[in-house]
């Protein structure tokens, strides 16, 4: 079945430098990669996410790249503030259709210091 | 508030006993799934279900778990005979295509 590596493990970055999450999937038939932002205590919300289709998506300051061909992709902050101090989960739908389970990562906690 | 609700947020058993979870989605949502959250990990796909149908359930889905969703709208997650490696946090999540939203979880404590 589909894995999902994810690093680092943690992030520690200053207020205003940017910050770069990778994840790895094993199985090539994954099409749907999201990315979830859980604060402490808090439900995992989605920030951004991406089809195989595209490359690149951008909103704000975030954004995230996909390489099907070596089945990686990751997630780019820019301008970090200390609200996205959290920990971010990447993901990985094994289907090529809509509403099947996520497989995620081990999450990436991420400290912004002002 | 139109976001996914679970109930109870909070519950402690004594191991053995049986638990019921309960997940009302967003409504117009007719995926439903729970996943369970241990400290330190991503969340672990247990279930899935289009409407009423259960379509897809993980291996990490023992005989004491049963999930239902009978009328396609909320859902219950019962775990018989709570062992303490039950502990965890079980999260429901409901998606109309791709987006999938969380709610807040039920923590459970086996005591």
């Known amino acids: 079945g589909e894995n999902v590596e994810q690093h680092p493990s943690t992030l520690s970055v200053q207020e205003g430098d940017s910050a770069v999450i990778k994840c790895t999937y094993s199985?090539?038939?994954?099409?749907?990669f999201p990315w979830y932002k859980q604060e402490l205590g808090k439900r995992p919300q989605l920030i951004i996410d991406?089809?195989?289709?595209?490359g690149e998506k951008k909103d704000q300051r975030i954004a995230v790249t996909l390489n099907k061909t070596a089945k990686h992709f990751s997630l780019h902050i820019t301008e970090t503030q200390p609200e996205d101090s959290a920990v971010y989960f990447c993901?990985?739908?094994?289907?090529?259709?809509?509403?099947?389970?996520?497989?995620f990562g081990k999450g990436t906690t991420l400290s912004v210091s002002s | 508030d139109t976001g996914v609700s679970q109930d109870p947020r909070h519950k402690i058993t004594k191991r053995g006993q049986n638990v019921t979870f309960r997940c009302d989605p967003i409504s117009e949502h007719n995926r439903l799934y729970w996943y369970r959250q241990t400290l330190g990990q991503g969340p672990e796909f247990l279930t899935y279900f289009q409407n009423e149908a259960q379509l897809e359930k993980s291996r990490l889905l023992s005989d004491r778990f049963s999930a239902e969703r009978p009328k396609g709208s909320f859902s219950t997650l019962e775990i018989q005979r709570t062992e303490q490696g039950d502990s965890a946090m079980y999260l429901c999540?409901?998606?109309?295509?791709?987006?999938?939203?969380f709610g807040q979880g039920t923590r459970l404590t086996v005591v």
């Open positions: 993901a990985a739908s094994p289907a090529n259709q809509a509403g099947t389970a996520l497989i």
């Open positions: 999540a409901s998606s109309r295509t791709w987006e999938a939203f």
């Open positions: 991406i089809r195989s289709n595209v």
């Open positions: 199985d090539s038939a994954s099409n749907y």
